[in-house]
Antibody
Framework: QVHLQESGPGLVKPSETLSLTCAVSGYSISSGHYWGWIRQPPGQGLEWIGGIYQSGSTSYNPSLKSRVTISVDTSKNQFSLHLSSVTATDAAVYYC????????????WGPGTLVTVSS | SYELTQPPSVSVSPGQTASISCSGDKLGDEYASWYQQKPGQSPVVVIYQHTKRPSGIPERFSGSNSGNTATLTISGTQSMDEADYYCQAWDSSTVIFGGGTKLTVL
């Protein structure tokens, strides 16, 4: 069974960089699939942030592209999100997730981690 | 940018059929998936590739597609089905979510 777990600070100051890591167990990232980050502001809908293939190829939501970097560490079987210059509008539950890729659903989700933006 | 449009809310009586629509220009060419999200929980896929149901998802959940509109249907709706539902499709390598529909079982 594939298991994903997000970790990182729950509080980030405005203008700083939000950094989260997703540890994957039960499946080797090196084996394939597309690994992504999705966020959900309190009381709002889901927003795709971006994703990365095991090869390191990335794709980002155009609305966030200038501030987002997603990377993968196959040796630790984890991938990471960095979102720079955060503001209050970046406060959300952040989920890491897995999908086969285009045309396929997001089949595994982490439990999510709440990130608050405040000084 | 590509958008998926869902009704904000749908109400249904227990035992009746609930239908949630999702419209988008590319749904005629791209598969839709549907997710159920209950409060405080991560989303769970209930339908993928328009009509397929993952193992463990009750048979009362079904999906269809006609032109640019995908539809999630819940037959014999139960109180446990009260949740937010999101449709999802792909735009190249980007995942697109609909705005979500709150299903209320009255």
């Amino acid at each position: 069974q594939v298991h994903l777990q997000e970790s990182g600070p729950g509080l980030v100051k405005p203008s700083e960089t939000l950094s989260l890591t997703c540890a994957v167990s039960g499946y080797s990232i090196s084996s394939g699939h597309y690994w992504g980050w999705i966020r959900q502001p309190p009381g709002q809908g889901l927003e795709w942030i971006g994703g990365i293939y095991q090869s390191g190829s990335t794709s980002y939501n155009p609305s966030l592209k200038s501030r987002v970097t997603i990377s993968v560490d196959t040796s630790k079987n984890q991938f990471s999100l960095h979102l720079s210059s955060v503001t209050a509008t970046d406060a959300a539950v952040y989920y890491c997730a897995r999908t086969v890729g285009t045309g396929h659903p997001v089949d595994y989700w982490g439990p999510g981690t709440l990130v608050t933006v405040s000084s | 940018s590509y958008e998926l449009t869902q009704p904000p809310s749908v109400s249904v009586s227990p035992g009746q059929t609930a239908s949630i629509s999702c419209s988008g220009d590319k749904l005629g060419d791209e598969y839709a998936s549907w997710y159920q999200q209950k409060p405080g929980q991560s989303p769970v896929v209930v339908i993928y590739q328009h009509t397929k149901r993952p193992s463990g998802i009750p048979e009362r959940f079904s999906g269809s597609n006609s032109g640019n509109t995908a539809t999630l249907t819940i037959s014999g709706t139960q109180s446990m089905d009260e949740a937010d539902y999101y449709c999802q499709a792909w735009d190249s390598s980007t995942v697109i979510f609909g705005g979500g529909t709150k299903l209320t079982v009255l």
